[in-house]
């Protein structure tokens, strides 16, 4: 699935080391980070909205990779929510969509319809 090449890094604390870089990855390695700092990050995807003439973002996510953290080295789905920034396996995030689609069709979509009744004078 992800092909690697390789790219030196300048870190504080090793000086300039050789990492491989997978295909996915699309963020620049800037000097002057700490070897556990370096991350891998994708392709940024976003659930928006236009209301008022400007963009509400509801969701960012991306792939992501600490290949020398202290945690979990493994790739992981990042999902911006709230502020907050939880890391997904692929059965968290399964669980999320689930809770997303659930959320859509059985609340927001049933307040639309409501609403909607509100608006016209029904009860």
């Not at 963020?27 to 002057?32: D, N």
């Not at 991350?39 to 909205?49: E, F």
């Not at 927001?108 to 608006?119: G, N």
Request: glycine residues 10%; negative net charge.
């Amino acid at each position: 699935m992800s092909a690697f090449h390789r790219v030196v890094v300048d870190t504080l604390d090793f000086g300039p080391i050789e990492i491989p870089e997978p295909s996915w990855c699309v963020i620049e390695h800037p000097a002057g980070n700490h070897r556990s700092g370096i991350r891998h990050d994708g392709v940024q995807h976003s659930a928006s909205v236009e209301m008022d003439g400007r963009r509400l973002e509801l969701f960012k996510a991306n792939l992501q990779q600490y290949p020398f953290g202290s945690g979990s080295r493994d790739v992981k789905v990042v999902v911006e929510i709230d502020g907050e920034h939880p890391e997904f396996d692929p059965a968290g995030l399964g669980d999320l969509a689930a809770a997303i689609t659930a959320f859509a069709l059985y609340g927001l979509l049933p307040l639309r319809d409501r609403l909607q009744a509100l608006q016209q004078g029904e009860a």
